[in-house]
C-alpha cells in the first residue's frame, strides 16, 4: 500500500473540495432531512456558507458561516472556501483554490476541470457515454451523475433513503451516494433507518409494530475498523473503495487508482483480472467489456449498460485483458477463483 499512499492523501484533499461544488437538482434541506432518521448538521445545497440540522426527520434549526467560509458537509464545520470549494462556476471556484485539484463541472456532468492554484483552469471532457465522477476522480460509465446525490450535503458515513427509489437506500460515503437495497420482501424506511417487510411507499405504510420480529437492521456503515489488523480494509462496497484506519475509528474512505481496484488479501490496488472482486467490477476501470464473477470468464457483462453476454462455442472463454472470447481458459484470478461476499 506504500506505493499509493500519496495517491490516497491527493484524493482525499480532492474529495473535500468538491463536496460542496455542485447543486442537488431540486433537493431541499427538508427534502435531506425527510430521508434522514438520524440527527446532526447538513449542508445548504443553496447555499454553501450555510447549513441546517436535522431531527425527527425535519429541520429545526439553521445558520451560516462567517465570511470566507464554506460549511463542510463530512466533517459538519465550516472551512475555509480555499480550502472547501463551493461554487456553481469552475472558474470561480478555481480562482479560490492555492493548490492544484481536480473539480466537477457544474454545467456538464461529462466535463471536469483542472485548477492548476493560481486562478486558471482547464475544462477536459470524458469520453463518449462516460461521466465524470467526482468521488473518485475518473471517469466512468454513465448515464447517472455520481455527485448529483443528496449525499454530497449530508455527514459521512450513514444511511439515508434514496429520494428516486423509495424503500432503497443510499450509503453516504464522502459526498458520494453508494446504492443499496434490502433483502427480498423488505423495505428499507427512513423513518427508521431499518429494512422493514411493512412497505413505507404505499398508502398503509408506516412503521411497524413493537416486537416485529420481521425488521433487518443494517450494520453501522463501516465497521471494519473496529477489528482492524491492518492499515487498510475494503470499504465493502466497491472494488475500488478502501478505509485508512486505526483501531477503533471510523476511517477514511480512499479509492485505487483509476483502471485498478482494491485487493484486501495483498493490501494493494491490482489490476481487474488480478483479484475476483465481488461488486461492480467495471467500476473505476476503463473496462468496456468485464468477465462476469463466479463463471470461470465464460461469461461477461458490458459495461456501459450493465448486459450480460456469452461466448460461443469454440471460443468459449472471455479474455478481459484483451477484450475478447478466446478458445482456452485464461489463467487471471477473475477465471480461476471465487468471488465471496466479505464478512461483515
Known sequence: MIAFNSKIAALTVVGLLIV????????????????????????????????????????????SCGKGLVFDS??????????????????????????????????????????????????????????????????????????NSICRFMPNNIYVGDPTNCGSYLQCLNGYGIPGSCPSTHFYNAATGNCETTNPCTNNGGNPTDGDSNIVTLPPSQTACTRATTTFVTDKATCYGFYSCSPQTMGVWGTCPYGTIYNP????????????????????????YAALKNTGCEQY???????????????????????????????YAICTQTAVVPSP
Not at 495483498?266 to 476501470?285: D, E, G, H, L, M
Not at 457483462?301 to 485483458?321: I, M, W
Request: contains cysteine; proline residues 8%; aromatic residues 12%.
Open 20 to 63: 460542496c461544488l455542485l447543486r442537488a437538482n431540486g433537493y431541499t434541506m427538508e427534502n435531506m432531512c425527510e430521508q434522514w432518521w438520524g440527527e446532526g448538521y447538513i449542508g445548504n445545497p443553496t447555499d454553501c456558507n450555510s447549513w441546517g440540522y436535522c431531527q425527527k426527520q425535519k429541520v429545526i434549526s439553521r445558520g
Open 74 to 147: 463530512a466533517s459538519s464545520t465550516c472551512q475555509y472556501n480555499y480550502k472547501v470549494a463551493c461554487s456553481t462556476s469552475v472558474a470561480s471556484t478555481c480562482s479560490a483554490l492555492t493548490n492544484p485539484a481536480y473539480m466537477a463541472d457544474p454545467s456538464d456532468c461529462s466535463k471536469y476541470a483542472y485548477c492548476f492554484g493560481n486562478g486558471k483552469s482547464q475544462i477536459q471532457k470524458c469520453p463518449a457515454g462516460q461521466v465524470y465522477a467526482a468521488n473518485n476522480n475518473s471517469c466512468i460509465w454513465g448515464p447517472t451523475c455520481p455527485q
Open 265 to 288: 488479501s495483498k493490501n494493494q490496488c491490482v489490476s481487474p483480472n488480478a483479484y475476483p472482486c465481488w461488486f461492480n467490477r467495471c467500476q473505476n476501470t476503463n473496462l468496456t
Open 301 to 331: 457483462v458490458y459495461c456501459p449498460n450493465g448486459a450480460q453476454g456469452t461466448c460461443p462455442s469454440g471460443y468459449p472463454y472471455f479474455d478481459e485483458v484483451y477484450q475478447k472470447c478466446v478458445p482456452n481458459k485464461p489463467s
